[in-house]
Antibody, heavy 117, light 113 residues
Framework: QVQLQESGPGLVKPSETLSLTCTVSGDSINSYYWSWIRQPPGKGLEWIGYIYYSGSTNYNPSLKSRVTISVDRSKNQFSLKLTSVTAADTAVYYC???????????WGQGTLVTVSS | QSVLTQPPSVSGAPGQRVTISCTGSSSNIGAGYDVHWYQQLPGTAPKLLIYGNNNRPSGVPDRFSGSKSGTSASLAITGLQAEDEADYYCQSYDSSLSGVPWLFGGGTKLTVL
């Protein structure tokens, strides 16, 4: 079955860059949408952005100046980079796959990233 | 503040029926874009519950149903069970130039009494 697994540092210092990777198994990254979503502790879901299988991207306007989502087809992975982080970026970060009607069908388990010195 | 508005909380007794609303606008739900619903059990990742307004993925009990009308959508849960206690989120697409393309509602906490 399709599985997604986030990986990356759990602690990032303020003003530095948050980098996460999502490894996909049981499916090819050469189809549909591959997305990042985050959830601050005790709060709701916030969509960060997606990369379409063609390579095109779409980002949340509130994060667009700091976000890059890229794909590594050889490793069946996609990645998130968020620059100039602050404490407000502390959250559980999820990677997910969305299909034809843009519903998020498969989710990773999530990884907590804390921004602190 | 989410552009899709959900009640912060709803509650019901076992066996009862509850509904969760998701109110949008003419640039998202009202424009005809699909609404999807997710269930997030405590400490776990969200799970797709309803897609395309009223479709259930394989494995989701038929106690869960979705509907859409105008600028709003609803999730209904019948025969409420203790295991339904969770947070529920709606999601839709927004076409406004300054908005967020993929929107989530603020979430609704369901308490089973």
């Amino acid at each position: 079955q399709v599985q997604l697994q986030e990986s990356g540092p759990g602690l990032v210092k303020p003003s530095e860059t948050l980098s996460l990777t999502c490894t996909v198994s049981g499916d090819s990254i050469n189809s549909y949408y591959w997305s990042w979503i985050r959830q601050p502790p005790g709060k709701g879901l916030e969509w960060i952005g997606y990369i379409y299988y063609s390579g095109s991207t779409n980002y949340n306007p509130s994060l667009k100046s700091r976000v890059t989502i890229s794909v590594d087809r050889s490793k069946n992975q996609f990645s998130l980079k968020l620059t100039s982080v602050t404490a407000a970026d502390t959250a559980v970060y999820y990677c997910a796959k969305a299909t034809g009607r843009q519903q998020l069908v498969h989710w990773g388990q999530g990884t907590l990233v804390t921004v602190s010195s | 503040q989410s552009v899709l508005t959900q009640p912060p909380s709803v509650s019901g007794a076992p066996g009862q029926r509850v509904t969760i609303s998701c109110t949008g606008s003419s640039s998202n739900i009202g424009a005809g874009y699909d609404v999807h619903w997710y269930q997030q059990l405590p400490g776990t990742a969200p799970k797709l519950l309803i897609y395309g307004n009223n479709n259930r993925p394989s494995g989701v009990p038929d106690r869960f149903s979705g509907s859409k009308s105008g600028t709003s959508a609803s999730l209904a849960i019948t025969g409420l069970q203790a295991e339904d206690e969770a947070d529920y989120y709606c999601q839709s697409y927004d076409s406004s130039l300054s908005g967020v393309p993929w929107l989530f509602g603020g979430g609704t906490k369901l308490t089973v009494l």
